[in-house]
Structure formats: structure tokens, C-alpha cells
């Protein structure tokens, strides 16, 4: 924790000094590729990102890293048919396809060492090894960045969702400190399948990342209410005020992610790249720099809106949106005041019966607004009583191919702490 306060401090001062010449990348840091459940090879959709304007991405498999032979097999009824394995010869020359035989019947799938040696260019294009660490049969799953080694899934049989994403933490942490370089884990989609409940994540010790939003059509970024759900918002300031009571320092930061897995069909209802992404603002576009970064909590997630200064300090946050013509964008700083109510009750159904795996109904004094602007360029100082403050920007234009109808493009800054 000294370590981590250490690091918050250094970004402040970093921020509000020396960091002029660190700049913004965009990353990707959550999407499928054939070598899981995908439907399109890796070279297509990491094309596609950088085609797209993206500076990092960072493919996450579901329990597997890019690495080693692993053919697929073509054929009309497959993911990978004829007419889509021209389509890679066309676009990346006839060499590059290779065959498992002369039946030419299963095409090998690109390790991260040649996608690495084909996309990156030093200073414009990187890529980042994850995976997503997959529990069977439900949630959690979790996203490990900058990993050296693959950590397999466990079963969700019997197991509490507690230990199962401490299991996944703490595998990850000892990696890093194994091979001396920063990696990230991110929780994924709380809300999807048999989710995650917020108190069931406040039980993890040393979770600093989940997703606050995430563009698959089936997570329910924006929670349910008649299943007692909350959205990825609620779950972020509950999490954050009561767990800041007995820990002063904690940070829990929230990113944004496609969880892509359709490259060919983009629509609602399909799980398609461009949704939600990071902005990360690093001295460079290198893993371990940009993993440090986004561990400084020096970084924002978006789906649509663009910032051009985020200015972090212990008495105030500031924040410049790069505003669109046309656009209103209202600026929400959001936090929870010191000696908010604590009670909690369950969330019940039409029959007094608490809703199954639901999460505890918590005080209106949690996640308040405590400014709001639609001011381009502003900057918030601290009252004092709050235990933290962070922030978001909604537009009123609505994002283009939602994961959900009517969504509008936002953004969301990390929480600060108060000194
Ligand atoms: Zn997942
Ligand atoms: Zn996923």
C-alpha cells in the first residue's frame, strides 16, 4: 500500500508538473480472436484497430495466450471459411496464410510474436499480451495485461466468487513480481451471467480495476433494477465508500472495453469493436510504460467523448472535454461526503423474498453529484468532506452502433482522493 500511495503521489505530481510530455494513446485492452471464441483471425481485427485509429491493443483470449501451433479448420459450416481465408491472402499477401497440409483444409492461426513482427511500429503501434482468465460455468472472468505466462480458468462449481477472482489476483501479482515487470487485472462484466455482487467484490483484497463499462450486448453495463442489480457506476461507489472507511488510501478504477468477439456483422445486438476504450497518457507507447500509467490511474475511459487534459491534484480535479460542434457535454463530479449512512437492506421481490444474487440496496448518500458543468474547462475543488471525487462527462450524441439502443458517447475519470 505504501507502494501504491508512493505512485499516486508521484502521478499528481506528475500531472501538475513534469508530465508535459507524456502524451494520450488509445488502447483496446478486452476482445476475442479465433484462438478463443472470436470470429475472425487476429491479424483482421487488430488491423482493424489500427486502421481505426487505435495506438495499443491488447487481445484477450479466453484462458489461452498467442503463442505455439493452433490450426482451424476451414469449411462453409466453420467461423473461418474459404471465401474469408481469401480475404486474408488479399489483404496480407498469398505467403502469409499457412496451411496445416496440402489439403489446405485448417489454416495455422498467427502467434503474438509474428502479429508483433507484422503491426509494430515504435512510437505509433504496439500490442500487449493478455488473456482473459476465464472461470467455467459463470463469472468471474478477469482481464490480465502485460502477463508473461497463461493462467488457466478454474471451475465455478462450489467455489465463491471471492476466492475465485483472489485466486486470479493473486496469480497475477505473484507473476508480475516473478518476472519484475507491472501488469494489470481488470474485473470484467460484473452484471454478466450469474454476475458478481458488490459485496462479493469488496471481499477481493487488491482489486485496483474493473470495467465500468463493457460493449458486449449481454452484460448489462447499465444494470437491472427489477433483478437488483446495479450498474457498473453504482457497483464502482459502493465499492469505493465503503471500503475507503477502513482503507484511506484505495483506489478502485474504472476501464472501458469492447469484449469483441463479431468482426463481420456490426450492429446492436452483435459484440462489435469501437464501443468502449482507454486513454491512456503515458511517456510511451510500450507496455510496461503504459501499464505504469494506467496503474497511476492516469487514465480515462470513453465511449465517444475525447479529453484533452485531465488535471489531477489532493484539492482538485480539473478536466478540458475536446468538444464537438453541435455537442453538449455536461461534466458530473461525482462522489461520496464523509459520515454518509451506511445501512444496507436487501433487495426484494414481489413476495418479500431477496432477489437471487442480487446486491444490498445502499444509502442516496453514496455517488452524489457534487458539481455539474457543461462547461468545456473546468475544475473542481475540493470542500473537504469528501472521501473521494472522480468524474464523468455525458454527451448528447448518441454513439454510433451502441451495445445498446440510445446510448450516448462519455467518458469516465478515475476517482482522486482528497488530501
Ligand atoms: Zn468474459
Ligand atoms: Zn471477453
Known amino acids: 500500500m505504501i ?15 513534469t508530465w508535459g510530455e507524456a502524451q494520450w494513446y488509445k488502447g483496446a485492452t478486452h476482445l476475442h480472436s479465433l484462438w478463443s471464441d472470436g ?7 487488430i488491423k482493424w484497430y489500427e486502421d481505426n485509429g487505435w495506438d495499443f491493443v491488447c487481445p484477450s483470449d479466453h484462458n489461452v495466450l498467442m ?3 493452433r490450426f482451424v479448420r476451414i469449411d462453409e459450416e466453420s467461423k473461418l471459411t474459404p471465401a474469408r481465408v481469401a480475404e486474408l491472402q488479399q489483404l496480407f499477401g498469398d505467403d502469409w496464410v499457412v496451411f496445416k497440409d496440402e489439403a489446405k483444409n485448417k489454416m495455422r492461426l498467427k502467434t503474438l510474436a509474428e502479429l508483433r513482427a507484422h503491426f509494430e511500429k515504435p512510437g505509433e503501434f504496439t500490442l500487449i499480451q493478455a488473456e482473459e482468465m476465464t472461470t467455467h460455468g459463470g463469472n468471474p472472468h478477469i482481464n490480465a495485461l502485460n502477463l508473461r505466462e497463461v493462467v488457466r480458468g478454474k471451475s465455478a462449481k462450489d467455489q465463491e466468487k ?4 483472489q485466486y486470479y489476483l493473486d496469480n ?54 427489477e433483478k437488483g442489480i446495479p450498474s457498473g457506476e453504482r457497483h464502482w461507489d459502493t465499492i469505493l465508500s ?45 507496455a510496461n510504460a503504459l501499464v505504469a500509467a494506467m496503474q497511476r490511474g492516469d487514465f480515462y475511459g470513453s465511449t465517444g467523448v475525447t479529453l484533452k487534459d485531465i488535471r489531477a491534484s489532493g484539492t482538485s480535479l480539473g478536466i478540458t472535454v475536446d468538444g464537438a460542434a453541435g455537442v453538449t457535454y455536461t461534466t458530473q463530479y461525482i462522489g461520496t461526503r464523509k459520515g454518509f449512512d451506511t445501512a444496507t437492506k436487501p433487495q426484494l421481490d414481489a413476495n ?65 482522493l482528497p488530501k
Open 3 to 17: 507502494i501504491r500511495l508512493t505512485l499516486c503521489l508521484a502521478t499528481m505530481l506528475a500531472v501538475t508538473s
Open 39 to 45: 470470429n475472425a483471425a487476429p491479424e483482421l481485427i
Open 67 to 69: 503463442e505455439g501451433e
Open 162 to 165: 471471492a476466492t475465485l477472482i
Open 172 to 225: 497475477i501479482k505473484a507473476q508480475s513480481e516473478k518476472y519484475k515487470v507491472p501488469m494489470i487485472t481488470h474485473v470484467n462484466h460484473i452484471n454478466f451471467a450469474d454476475r458478481i455482487t458488490t459485496e462479493e467484490m469488496m471481499q477481493v483484497k487488491g482489486l485496483y480495476f474493473f470495467e465500468v463499462y463493457n460493449g458486449h450486448p449481454s452484460v448489462h453495463s447499465w444494470g437491472q433494477a
Open 242 to 286: 465503503m471500503k475507503l472507511r477502513r482503507d484511506p488510501s484505495y483506489l478502485l478504477y474504472g476501464v472501458a472495453t469492447d469484449d469483441g468477439h463479431e468482426y463481420f456483422d456490426y450492429r446492436v445486438g452483435k459484440s462489435n469493436p469501437g464501443r468502449g476504450w482507454l486513454m491512456v497518457r503515458s511517456e510511451a507507447l510500450e
Open 352 to 416: 418479500g423474498k431477496p432477489l437471487p444474487r442480487s446486491s444490498l440496496l445502499y444509502s442516496d448518500e453514496i455517488g452524489v453529484v457534487l458539481h455539474e458543468t457543461t462547461d468545456l474547462d473546468f475544475t473542481y475543488t475540493f470542500k473537504g468532506d469528501e472521501l473521494y471525487v472522480r468524474a464523468r462527462v455525458v454527451s448528447d450524441k448518441i454513439q454510433d452502433n451502441p451495445h445498446e439502443k440510445g446510448d450516448v458517447e462519455m467518458a469516465w475519470i478515475q476517482p482522486v
